[in-house]
């Protein structure tokens, strides 16, 4: 149990398009859902908590107009990434949360690597 | 804010033990995870401490001492497979979800050599 699933796990765009990564628990129901941004041999680096049903909440320093969050459903996130640029690419991983389980832990997608031309 | 350090990178050999150390420092402390991530993967959970003391699960144990800020992962007989990267997590209360968002270490790298 407890699987979370993205795609694409991988996407090459040039710049100045919009990518859409998706992610998706598949055998339960995330009430909270986080995307992270992940550099080479560097931390996981939280971007913004996402609550089904609502606004997403964004760390510092992320831009939410650059990163688009929506959240509509309990087994579905998505994440948008606005005119990306270069600077953009970097492997971005989601995780989810469910109410319930033993230590409220967060279940990892497994990734999407985006290249920027 | 926090700061979670750990170590760059470890080398053992199979069958060894090897003690992976994280400190840490945050406000609203709750819980400490650790988390095993293969290149290119998703990060899987390993365990789990909010109290002070030991976790022991199979081969992986995990101790925690919120007084000093400082837990760490022992991993027992290692097999070659163990080589990957583990992070570090502290889950601290925050406005945002109601239990709390994660802060991670950059990971220590453990190499387990023939």
């Known amino acids: 149990g407890a699987v979370v699933s993205q795609h694409p796990s991988r996407v090459i765009c040039k710049s100045g398009t919009s990518v859409k990564i998706e992610c998706r628990s598949l055998d339960f129901q995330a009430t909270t859902m986080f995307w992270y941004r992940q550099f080479p041999k560097k931390s996981l680096m939280l971007m913004a908590t996402?609550?089904?049903?609502?606004?997403?909440?964004?760390e510092q320093g992320v831009e939410k107009d650059k990163f688009l969050i929506n959240h509509a459903s309990l087994t579905l996130s998505t994440l948008t990434v606005t005119s990306a640029h270069p600077e953009d690419s970097s492997f971005y991983i989601c995780?989810?949360?469910?109410?319930?389980?033993?230590?409220?832990?967060?279940?990892f997608g497994p990734g999407t690597r985006l290249t920027v031309l | 804010g926090q700061n979670i350090d750990q170590p760059t990178e470890m080398t053992a050999t199979e069958g060894a033990i090897v003690q992976i150390n994280c400190t840490y420092q945050?406000?609203?402390?709750?819980?400490l995870f650790w988390y095993q991530q293969h290149a290119g993967e998703a990060p899987t959970f390993l365990s789990y401490n909010v109290l002070d003391g030991l976790e022991e699960k199979g081969r992986f144990s995990s101790f925690l001492s919120r007084s000093k800020g400082y837990s760490y992962l022992l991993l027992k007989e290692l097999q070659m497979k163990d080589s990957a990267s583990y992070l570090c997590a502290v889950r601290s209360w925050a406005l945002a979800d109601s239990w709390g968002k994660f802060q991670f270490g950059a990971g220590t790298q453990v190499v387990v050599t023939p």
């Open positions: 996402s609550n089904e049903g609502s606004k997403a909440t964004y």
């Open positions: 995780s989810a949360r469910s109410s319930g389980n033993k230590y409220n832990e967060q279940f």
């Open positions: 945050t406000s609203g402390f709750n819980g």
